[in-house]
């Protein structure tokens, strides 16, 4: 057994000895709300926006981008569990914005017939303002679903909004 996997179990089984109600919770977000954020370890959604098990459904990729999968995981967190509020939280600092799709595709060695959109980008506002009006222009996403865009600043721990912005 490694190292992790044996801190893991012990932290899980420490958790579970409190667990308690929480196996009474709704896969629905008690706050109705969803977040579409970075995988960067140094985000912690539910301490930077306040959350406690079952207040909302927290989704994280590669750069927070609104990939054809975060699209999917958004619709269903509306249209099945009954958000009304979209957060896309992007970060400073975060390893998308320093590289570029074809310089992923090198480092995979990847050819032409296997590439990947890796969501790369190399201006933080832009992303969010970008990922923002793909879900507005999404025939499935209603006009009633509110967006937001923020910036999760990875020095200092504040979310800086992001006004909407067509480039």
Same mark, same amino acid.
């Given at each position: 057994?490694?190292k992790?996997?044996?801190?893991?179990?012990?932290?899980?089984?420490?958790?579970?000895?409190?667990f308690?109600t929480?196996?009474?919770?709704?896969?629905?977000?008690?706050?109705k709300?969803?977040?579409?954020?970075?995988?960067?370890?140094?985000?912690?959604?539910?301490?930077?926006?306040?959350?406690?098990?079952?207040?909302?459904?927290?989704?994280?990729?590669a750069?927070?981008?609104v990939?054809?999968?975060?699209?999917?995981?958004?619709?269903?967190?509306?249209?099945?569990?009954g958000?009304?509020?979209?957060?896309?939280?992007?970060?400073?600092?975060?390893?998308?914005?320093?590289f570029s799709?074809?310089?992923?595709?090198?480092?995979f060695?990847?050819?032409s017939?296997?590439?990947?959109?890796?969501?790369t980008?190399?201006?933080?506002?832009?992303?969010?303002?970008?990922?923002?009006l /793909? +879900? @507005?222009?999404? *025939? %499935? $996403?209603?006009?009633?679903?509110k967006?937001f865009?923020?910036?999760?600043?990875?020095?200092?721990? /504040? +979310? @800086?909004?992001? *006004? %909407? $912005?067509?480039?």
């Amino acid at each position: 057994m490694s190292k992790i996997l044996k801190e893991v179990i012990i932290s899980n089984e420490e958790y579970a000895k409190d667990f308690n109600t929480k196996g009474e919770l709704q896969a629905a977000p008690i706050k109705k709300f969803a977040i579409l954020t970075c995988m960067d370890a140094r985000l912690d959604p539910a301490k930077f926006a306040g959350l406690s098990e079952g207040d909302a459904h927290v989704i994280r990729n590669a750069g927070g981008r609104v990939s054809d999968d975060a699209i999917r995981s958004l619709l269903i967190s509306y249209k099945l569990l009954g958000t009304k509020e979209w957060f896309i939280i992007h970060h400073t600092d975060c390893g998308l914005e320093k590289f570029s799709n074809a310089g992923i595709d090198k480092e995979f060695n990847l050819d032409s017939k296997n590439k990947i959109d890796w969501l790369t980008f190399n201006d933080n506002e832009k992303s969010v303002c970008e990922d923002i009006l /793909k +879900l @507005k222009k999404h *025939p %499935l $996403v209603p006009d009633s679903i509110k967006i937001f865009g923020y910036i999760y600043d990875c020095k200092t721990g /504040k +979310l @800086k909004n992001v *006004p %909407l $912005v067509i480039f």
